[in-house]
């Protein structure tokens, strides 16, 4: 048996700009962090020739391509892994259509690569399960989404991500002082909207305004560089300042990417002391996240969205692992 744990992802600048059609006229970049909620891929050898799959339904199959679930059936196929196989996974999150801005999706595939990696006695680096991921969420099934994700939950941990024209990317750890993150996480609060909607349908839009949305996408870069530098130098005084900016950029990506009742969540939110704050993922629902500057702002933003869920969590310095291997 074969247990990996891969960590969900929250991005706090760039996000974006990790499109190719974006990053292949210059580079695209980001700062993101993964956070101690996670998805557990478990695996497991059969005494028959069947495979079953588990998730929020079960499958039981004899043929690869029978299997509905995509990302499951494209790695097995991308590995050679064609029968006597059990593999079911779970979520600290909902992990489904409905986009939750937490990068589930992309965090399952390098989740699910990693432990049919294990399975084959494989050990392979961060840089190849975000590579694999990627070929199979972006090359194989066509999903309208960037890189980000793969290589956020890949590697783990607080990092200026950049996505280079000839399709290499580089990821920089931001070794940050332990009290200063450890204040950052604490001043960062999130909520669930409440709001379902199907990332893909926001992506697709906002790939498809990528052209017209150059200058956008360039200033959430230019935001994503001076958080780098910011964070480098221990300072994250205006680190409210950069989401807010961030988010009003990001508004302005596709139709979808807000509505009136996440800007009234997050009007609210500003007017009971936070400094800033942005939609995680692509928008249109799943989670808000904001910054406040002290204990007496978190409890009035607190007060404010009483009516949401929060979500409490800490950075997680680690990637996608193997926490178990009989």
Same mark, same amino acid.
């Given at each position: ?20 059609? !974006?990053? $292949? ?5 980001? *700062? #993101?962090?993964?956070?101690? +909620?996670?998805?557990?891929? @478990?695996?497991? /050898? ?113 990092? !200026?991500? $950049? ?5 290499? *990317? #580089?990821?920089?750890?931001? +070794?940050?002082?332990?009290? @200063?993150?450890? /204040? ?143």
């Amino acid at each position: 048996m074969i247990i990996s744990r891969t960590p969900l992802r929250i991005s706090f600048a760039g996000g974006g700009s990790d499109f190719k059609l !974006f990053y $292949k006229n210059g580079y695209g970049s980001v *700062v #993101s962090a993964t956070i101690n +909620k996670y998805v557990y891929v @478990i695996v497991n /050898k059969r005494i028959d020739n069947l495979i079953r799959v588990g998730y929020s339904k079960t499958e039981f199959i004899s043929d690869v391509n029978e299997i509905e679930h995509d990302i499951i059936r494209e790695s097995l196929k991308f590995l050679k892994i064609d029968k006597a196989l059990d593999i079911t996974y779970i979520g600290d999150i909902s992990i489904g259509n409905m986009g939750t801005g937490l990068g589930s999706s992309s965090a399952l595939a390098v989740g699910v690569l990693n432990a049919l990696y294990a399975y084959k006695n494989q050990t392979v680096s961060p840089e190849k399960l975000a590579q694999d991921a990627c070929k199979i969420e972006i090359d194989i099934l066509k999903r309208p989404i960037g890189k980000q994700d793969q290589y956020a939950s890949a590697y783990g941990g607080l990092n !200026f991500i $950049k996505f280079n024209p000839d399709e290499s *990317v #580089s990821v920089k750890s931001l +070794k940050i002082k332990k009290e @200063i993150r450890e /204040k950052l996480n604490s001043n960062l609060l999130m909520f669930n909207t409440g709001l379902n909607v199907q990332s893909s349908v926001v992506l697709n839009e906002q790939k498809n305004r990528i052209k017209n949305n150059y200058e956008l996408l360039s200033g959430v870069v230019k935001l994503s560089q001076v958080l780098e530098k910011n964070l480098n130098k221990q300072n994250i005084n205006d680190f409210g300042q950069i989401l807010h900016r961030n988010w009003l950029l990001k508004k302005q990506f596709a139709a979808k990417v807000s509505n009136s009742i996440i800007d009234s969540y997050y009007n609210l939110a500003l007017e009971a002391g936070a400094s800033g704050g942005k939609i995680l993922g692509s928008g249109g629902g799943g989670y808000l996240l904001f910054h406040c500057n002290s204990e007496k702002s978190k409890k009035q933003v607190k007060r404010a969205l009483a009516g949401l869920e929060e979500l409490n969590f800490k950075f997680a310095p680690v990637g996608s692992e193997i926490v178990y291997s009989d």
